[in-house]
């Protein structure tokens, strides 16, 4: 794994460590999921028609990250 430096303005570096901190990540981790997910390939993951349609359910909202980790996961 290569190292690599970046410089960020303040008010981004803190929305990302507080980001990274949410999600229960590191902040490098965070910055490589991030940046694959801008890349063309197989960093970029889409969940096909995510949202359309009712699922009878009235939690989806409180459980979103939840339920996103495990369409990534797939």
């Known amino acids: 794994m290569k190292r690599t430096t970046i410089k960020l303005p303040d008010e981004l570096d803190s929305r990302v460590r507080h980001e990274a901190a ?3 990540m590191t902040v490098s981790e965070w910055t490589r ?11 970029v ?3 096909g028609a995510a949202g359309a349609g009712r699922s009878g ?3 989806i ?3 979103i990250e939840e339920i996103l980790r495990g369409e990534w996961d797939r």
């Open 22 to 24: 949410r999600r229960g």
């Open 33 to 43: 999921e991030a940046l694959a997910a801008q890349l063309p390939g197989q960093g």
């Open 45 to 47: 993951r889409r969940f």
């Open 57 to 59: 359910r009235s939690d």
């Open 61 to 63: 909202s409180e459980r």
